[in-house]
Each structure stands twice: as structure tokens, then as C-alpha cells.
């Protein structure tokens, strides 16, 4: 018995916090990726496709999305097992039921909106716990122990939620699992969705994770698991396939010396298309630096498949050279010049002096941004 287990699709999510072309393409990848579980599924040849939750990412996804994600599902022929999450719950009025009055929904796909065993082509009994609200904090898996199921078929539990005591959230976070709920249930494996990343929890329990890569944070996303059951009693075998296309990287960068930069524009140099790249930097940078650091930024936005660049952190701190060099015409040039003479003018510790110099920070700051306007930043989203 060969099954693929997978999760967290969050089909139809919107990525506001990209340049509009980028949040497109990324909206295209969940789509692609189902195509790609699709298409291993059948070079598996597995018995069922299980997705534990989470198969939307809001109930008001548009019509099109849905029929587009049944769409990707078509190479693979055989019974998908489609479970509600907190993201698309099983509501009295939910994405689910639209689904349905759509049509959209092939034979081969079995949407798990309530709780009962669900017997598989004779060949497996499926136990599905689907939220039907957004957050509860009972276990929906509890009556899997007592449920009946025919002798001599495999017993798959399919769940979304927090198993308790294992991951890094309360152990009164919504949606608690038990943690021993394979073994006290008398379950062959437990097909867990909810956290983002792959996860074993025990030897029949496992959390799959999102098969296309969604935030920055390293949780050994991108995968679906490969369950097979040589028989009865038998631990399952299970082994990760690679499904995600992009790389989300984190590159947290901190100037100190002028060698710092150099370390910094190789890393930026050697990003690809297939990244999706933080960009976080902080420190000192004298104007030339500045200049260097933001063509960089500028070749590695039109290089990767998507970039957030956060430079709060990073103070421009021009060299004696850089202020010297600073030009401007009219009034502001009139000031320019008042400026050097009060910074020359005066001790290093004269208050004037001081004042002096300041100002001219600021205003080299100004310039230079006047003479390389930076892109805008992208606006902040979840």
C-alpha cells in the first residue's frame, strides 16, 4: 500500500508584501505544484492522495481558483482525500459547499467534511478529523480510537492541528492533537497538516508540510511524503519527495568594516531566479558603499524570483571625502557651504562644530538620495 501525503495547499493565498509581478507568479506556483503532486502520484503509482487541511487558504476565494486547483489535479485519476483546515473550515457555508454547487469537484475527489470512516476502493479505511470552525480546542481525533473499521484494512488517520507537547506553540494552542494518537487509536499512520514544515513526530505520525515553500522561516518545507505500508502492524516506510519549485532565503547582513560589503554583494551576486530573498542589512556605510550596495540590491531585484529589501538598520555615515565632494546649487548649496565653514570653524568638541557636522549627514543623506532614488518598498503584508 503506497499512499502520498501532503498538506497545507493554502491555494488562492495573496502575497501583498511583493511587487505585484511577484505575488502573481507565486500565486501561479500553488496551482503548479498540485500539478506536480498529481504527476507523482501517478508515477508512484500510489493507492490515495491524502491532504491533511488547509487545502484553501480562505473561504472567499474566487470561483475561478477553485476550478483551477481541481483542474491541476486531473493527471493523477485515482481518490484524492481532501480534509477542511482552520483556513477553509467546514462552515455551514463554506468554500467546500460552493465548491460542490459548482460541479467542481470530480468523482475521484472526497472532500472529508464530517467526522466517520471513509472506506477507500475497499482497499483502505480513512479516519478524517475536519475542523468545522476556524479554532476549537477539543480534539477531533478522539473518536478515532473507537471507531470500527474492517479487518484486515489498513487504518489512516487524516488531521490538521497542533500536536501537543511536540511543537513550539502553548500546549493549549487551538486544534490540539494528542500526541500518542497514532498508537492509542490503533493507527497504521496518523497524515498530520497544520505546521508548514516536514515533521516526524513519531514512526506513524508525521506532519507533511506545505509542498511550495511560503515564508522565510527554514522548517524543511517543499516535500510530500511517500507512505508506504508493507503490511499489517508494520511501521510505515515513509520518504520525503522534493515537490517545491521556489527557495525563500533569509540574508541578514551587518556593516562594520569596508571588507563587510564585499562579503555581502558575493552573497547577493550569487542569488538565482527560483529565490525569493529577505534582504535584511544594518550597520555604517559611507556613501560610496551606499551606491555600491544599492545597484547590487537593484541587480538582485530583477534577477530572483522575488526580493524584500529592509535597510531600517543602516546608517549612512559619510567620509570626510564624501562631504567634500557634496554639490548643490541655489539655497541648498548657500547652506552646503555655511556648513563646511562652521564644521571648520570650530574645535572637534565645539557644540557648533558638532551641530555642523551633523546637519551635513543629513543633508549628504538627502542628496544622495535625490541623485539614486532607491525603489519603492513594497508594502508591508502577511
Known amino acids: 500500500m503506497r499512499l502520498l501525503h501532503t498538506a497545507d495547499w493554502q491555494i488562492g493565498r495573496i502575497y501583498a508584501q511583493f511587487e505585484p509581478d511577484d505575488a502573481q507568479a507565486l500565486f501561479e506556483a500553488r496551482f503548479q505544484v498540485v500539478e506536480r503532486l498529481a504527476a507523482l502520484a501517478r508515477q508512484h503509482e500510489v493507492h490515495a492522495v491524502l491532504v491533511a487541511g488547509d487545502v484553501f487558504d480562505a473561504q472567499t476565494v474566487s470561483d475561478k481558483t477553485i476550478r483551477r486547483l481541481f483542474n491541476a489535479m486531473q493527471a493523477y485519476a485515482g481518490p484524492w482525500l481532501l480534509l477542511p483546515g482552520n483556513h477553509d473550515a467546514a462552515l455551514a457555508e463554506s468554500v467546500w459547499q460552493r465548491a460542490h454547487r459548482l460541479g467542481a469537484v470530480p468523482p475521484n475527489a472526497i472532500t472529508c467534511l464530517q467526522p466517520g470512516v471513509q472506506l477507500v476502493a475497499d482497499r483502505l479505511a480513512v479516519l478524517p478529523a475536519p475542523l468545522v470552525q476556524r479554532h476549537t480546542h477539543a480534539d477531533l481525533t478522539d473518536w478515532f480510537a473507537a471507531a470500527a473499521t474492517p479487518a484486515g484494512l489498513p487504518r489512516i488517520g487524516l488531521a490538521h492541528g497542533c500536536v501537543q507537547g511536540v511543537l513550539p506553540e502553548e500546549l493549549d494552542s487551538a486544534n490540539p492533537i494528542a500526541a500518542d494518537r497514532a498508537a492509542s487509536a490503533g493507527l497504521d499512520y496518523l497524515a498530520m497538516g497544520d505546521w508548514h514544515g516536514t515533521r516526524r513526530i513519531d514512526d506513524r505520525c508525521w506532519y507533511a508540510g506545505t ?54 554583494l558575493r552573497l547577493l551576486e550569487a542569488t538565482g531566479p527560483d529565490d525569493v530573498l529577505q534582504f535584511r542589512v544594518a550597520g555604517l556605510c559611507d556613501l560610496q558603499g551606499q551606491r555600491r550596495l544599492q545597484a547590487a540590491v537593484d541587480s538582485a531585484r530583477a534577477r530572483v524570483r522575488a526580493l524584500v529589501h529592509e535597510a531600517h538598520g543602516l546608517r549612512l555615515e559619510p567620509t570626510p571625502e564624501d562631504l567634500a565632494a557634496l554639490h548643490a546649487d541655489g539655497y541648498v548649496g548657500e547652506v552646503l557651504q555655511q556648513l563646511r565653514a562652521d564644521q571648520a570653524g570650530g574645535e572637534a568638541d565645539d557644540p557648533q562644530a558638532r551641530t555642523a557636522r551633523d546637519a551635513l549627514l543629513i543633508l549628504a543623506r538627502l542628496l544622495d538620495e535625490q541623485a539614486a532614488p532607491s525603489p519603492a518598498r513594497p508594502r508591508a503584508g502577511a
Not at 510530500?224 to 517545491?244: H, N, R, S
Request: aromatic share 6%; net charge negative.
Open 211 to 264: 509542498p511550495e515553500t511560503d515564508r522565510f522561516k527554514a522548517n524543511d518545507s517543499g516535500q510530500a511524503l511517500l507512505v508506504t505500508l508493507a503490511g499489517p502492524g508494520a511501521p510505515p516506510q515513509v520518504q520525503p519527495l522534493p515537490t517545491g519549485r521556489y527557495r525563500w532565503r533569509q540574508l541578514d547582513a551587518r556593516l562594520a568594516v569596508p571588507s563587510d560589503l564585499d562579503d555581502i
